[in-house]
């Protein structure tokens, strides 16, 4: 290859690369760590706290049901040599239903949880978006990016957001709060 080639050939390198990298060098990006902010902002605390009760409100229930079944187990294993077979066999399958019962009332417990927590996040959610959406606008960043969901491995401190987006939510809150109508 002669020197003119290569020159040449390096010069449109160069000519092809440097656009892009001017490109990448203006593009901004940051990362929130929306868990965080969701454990953190005002509103998030307080739907774990009634998520929590709850959740404590069923675990009690179920329980006291499952207290329940291991009495109504341990009598029928007492009694059970003074009962003829066919009685035995009626009581197991009776004792056997109650906890089939009982294991379809624990499942159908998790979905309602899994639901009350999905209706209790939505609002926090879409409104931590549209906060995140106006810090990315005024600071006019190409990528937010979700820290854990993202493949983010390292990332400096000074590109996470979420403390900002916290504040901004609380800060909101008392804001709304503030400018609401008062009763005369």
Known sequence: MSLRTTIAATAAALSLALPVAASAAELKVAYVDLQKVMLEVDDGKAAKSRLQKWLNDRQKEIDKEQNAL???KETLDKQASAMSAEIKAQKEAELQRKVMVLA???????AEAANKEQ???????????SIINTIAERDDLGFVLERRDSGIVYARSLHDI?????RAYNSSKKTAAKDAPTKK
């Open 70 to 72: 291991r009495a109504e």
């Open 119 to 129: 209706q209790e996040m939505k609002p926090i959610i879409d409104k931590i978006d």
């Open 104 to 110: 379809q009332k624990w499942e159908k417990s998790r």
């Open 162 to 166: 979420s403390n900002e987006v916290i």
